[in-house]
């Protein structure tokens, strides 16, 4: 099976602008989880979608906000990018099958740059 | 609120040396447990897990952690190490959410 695939892996973006980041799962898996990692922060849980639906936010300004797609796809969208918001930011898939607990997959992430 | 606690930032060891990485969490239930590795400029790749059963569990690599509830612990441990072994390592935790409740993470070092 191929893993977790995230587009684009390198983004470069100004202060002010949006930002739509793609994350497709393994085939089969139905939920996504998206993460933000910086050096100061570490690693820290944004949302999680399953089935389109936003099951669990974490918490992050409404700035960042996603979206999933009936084949399970996953996009998330920052607006008005800030200078903090440069990070490395992962994907990760699960099964999510009845009862839990369920293990997460992640991709390679995409590493935003804001200048 | 859940924690996961890696104490130590930075270790080096030698290759071939043995290893242990610390991890403590804090839950009241079973704790679903984890740990990841990530390479520079990579995502994370799950090494083993821990969700029940016998304490000792193995994983890639050769890695395997041991589940002490009495400690709150669940500490990553490899026999020999090899300079492809230096990362950056991981534990996490289930939340209550679903969510993993990662540790600051411990990066590895092996001198020749």
């Known amino acids: 099976k191929a893993g977790v695939t995230q587009t684009p892996r390198y983004l470069i973006k100004t202060r002010g602008q949006q930002v739509t980041l793609s994350c497709s799962p393994i085939?089969?898996?139905?939920?996504v989880s998206w993460y933000q990692q910086t050096p100061g922060q570490g690693l820290q849980f944004l949302f999680e979608?399953?089935?389109?639906?936003?099951?669990n936010k974490g918490n992050f300004p409404g700035r960042f906000s996603g979206r999933q797609f009936s084949n399970s796809r996953s996009e998330m969208n920052v607006s008005t990018l800030e200078l903090g918001d440069s990070a490395l930011y992962l994907c990760?898939?699960?099964?999510?099958?009845?009862?839990?607990?369920?293990?997460?997959?992640f991709g390679p992430g995409t590493r935003l740059t804001v200048l | 609120a859940q924690s996961v606690t890696q104490p130590d930032i930075h270790i080096t060891v030698s290759e071939g040396a043995s290893l242990e990485l610390r991890c403590n969490y804090s839950?009241?239930?079973?704790?679903?447990l984890f740990w990841y590795v990530q390479s520079p400029g990579q995502g994370l790749q799950l090494l083993l897990k821990?969700?029940?059963?016998?304490?000792l569990v193995q994983g890639i690599k050769g890695f395997e952690a041991e589940f002490k509830r009495s400690q709150s612990s669940f500490n990553l441990r490899k026999p020999s190490v090899h300079w492809s072994d230096a990362a950056e390592y991981f534990c996490?935790?289930?939340?209550?959410?679903?969510?993993?409740?990662f540790g600051k993470g411990t990066k590895l070092s092996v001198k020749p």
């Open positions: 979608y399953f089935s389109e639906t936003q099951r």
């Open positions: 839950y009241g239930a079973t704790p679903y």
């Open positions: 085939s089969g898996h139905r939920s």
């Open positions: 996490a935790s289930r939340g209550s959410q679903g969510n993993l409740i």
């Open positions: 821990y969700f029940s059963g016998d304490t």
């Open positions: 990760a898939s699960s099964a999510k099958t009845a009862p839990p607990p369920d293990t997460q997959y």
